[in-house]
Structures are given as structure tokens and as C-alpha cells.
């Protein structure tokens, strides 16, 4: 079992700069992906960002230059560096992780409860 723990969300205005953290306690799995997603009120969630355990990184072409996805391996934990956010980047922001049992060699995915993120113009 994966538990995430996400913060840093809240209210921001537009130009300003917000931090995510998401920690994942993975026990016994493999940690891999890690990313984030977002879904805004009437709308599919979508991929914001993720990245690898290798560091190679993946952006919504909507964030490219304003957001910055990191994480520490040591820690578990991916970050998500918001500059310049817009109103329009307001959303409820999910922590999304892939993880593979080094046993069976399964992958399973697993989601955080979503932290929500308000943009003021």
C-alpha cells in the first residue's frame, strides 16, 4: 500500500509563485512516475507535469516555462514549482504515483486527495 500526503496549496494571485509537495510512504514498492494532475471545476482531469526516477520530465505544453517538477528519491517526495501562475491554472492539483513490486514486478498507480489551488487575478 502507497500512501501520498500532499501541501502547499492555496490562494495565490496571478504572477505570484506556490510550492506542492506530495510525500509518498511506498514501503516495499519501487517508486517510479511521479507526477501531477489537475482538474478544474467542468473539466477532465489533466497531466500537469511528471517525472521519472531517472529525472526526465514531462510538461502540459499550458505550464512550459512557468512550472518546475522536481523530487528528492531520498525523500519520496515530488515538488511542483508554480511562477507565474494565471487564473486559469486554478484547480483542484492531484499527486499521481507509479510504483512496481519488486517481487510479482507489477505496477500499480495511486492517487493524493487533491489539494486545491486558487489563482486571483
Known amino acids: 500500500q502507497v500512501q501520498l500526503v500532499e501541501s502547499g496549496g492555496g490562494l495565490v494571485q496571478a504572477g505570484g509563485s506556490l510550492t506542492l509537495s506530495c510525500a509518498a510512504s511506498?514501503?516495499?514498492?519501487?517508486?517510479?512516475?511521479m507526477g501531477w494532475y489537475r482538474q478544474a471545476p467542468g473539466k477532465q482531469r489533466e497531466l500537469v507535469a511528471d517525472?521519472?526516477?531517472?529525472?526526465?520530465?514531462n510538461y502540459a505544453d499550458s505550464v512550459k516555462g512557468r512550472f518546475t517538477i522536481s523530487r528528492d528519491n531520498a525523500k519520496n517526495t515530488v515538488y511542483l514549482k508554480m511562477n507565474s501562475p494565471k487564473p486559469e491554472d486554478t484547480a483542484v492539483y492531484y499527486c499521481?504515483?507509479?510504483?512496481?513490486?519488486?517481487?510479482?514486478?507489477?505496477?500499480?498507480?495511486?492517487w493524493g486527495q487533491g489539494t486545491q489551488v486558487t489563482v486571483s487575478s
Open positions: 499521481n504515483v507509479r510504483v512496481q513490486s519488486p517481487e510479482t514486478l507489477r505496477s500499480f498507480m495511486y
Open positions: 511506498a514501503s516495499i514498492f519501487r517508486i517510479n512516475t
Open positions: 517525472i521519472t526516477s531517472g529525472g526526465n520530465t
